[in-house]
């Protein structure tokens, strides 16, 4: 394991925990506040951008990367099925579950399982932890848009005002 692919998988991890924690604590439903999105977005596209230009993968890497990219998402559309969301003084609030925060780690867990089945091809191998934030990011929005959705259903108008304004918190 090189240090950079334990720098990889310490971030994601850590990560990783930062979103249990705040999936699991009861907070208002709001549109999103993007900074956390493009922060950790730029941050693992950076971190892919490097192991793809090491790595040379061609078609095979960024094909490798769409599928781990869909299983974020098919993560995100599930976890969104756990958290619970109810309406508080006009104002829809929602609170994951420890199913949830299972379903945090299963998707990791995932994406590192499909990393090591494609470890197999030399010039793609490691693109999990390598990409392991971007994945986090991919399914977090995912799953925030769904929350929101279903929120805005809850409560019959759109969640938190004009898009851009709120805080979408994890």
Do not use: C
């Not at 994601?12 to 907070?27: D, E, F, P, S, W």
């Not at 040379?56 to 890497?61: D, K, L, R």
């Not at 994951?96 to 197999?120: E, N, R």
């Not at 769904?146 to 851009?164: L, Y």
């Amino acid at each position: 394991m090189t240090s950079q692919t334990l720098i990889d998988l310490v971030i994601g991890v850590a990560v990783l925990g930062l979103l249990i924690y705040r999936n699991l604590r009861a907070q208002p439903v709001r549109q999103v506040n993007q900074r956390l999105f493009l922060i950790l977005g730029i941050i693992g596209l950076v971190e892919t951008y490097q192991f793809l230009h090491t790595h040379h993968g061609g078609t095979t890497a960024v094909a490798a990367l769409a599928g781990s990219l869909v299983l974020a998402a098919v993560f995100g559309v599930i976890r969104a099925l756990t958290v619970r969301i109810w309406m508080k003084d006009g104002q829809a609030w929602s609170q994951g579950s420890i199913l949830t925060a299972g379903l945090w780690i299963v998707a990791l867990a995932a994406h590192l399982g499909y990393d090591a089945l494609l470890s197999s091809h030399k010039d793609i191998g490691g693109i999990g932890t390598a990409t392991v934030l971007l994945y986090l990011v991919v399914s977090l929005v995912v799953q925030r848009v769904v929350i929101t959705t279903r929120a805005a259903k809850i409560s019959g108008s759109p969640v938190g005002g004009p898009v851009g304004q709120g805080n979408w918190s994890a």
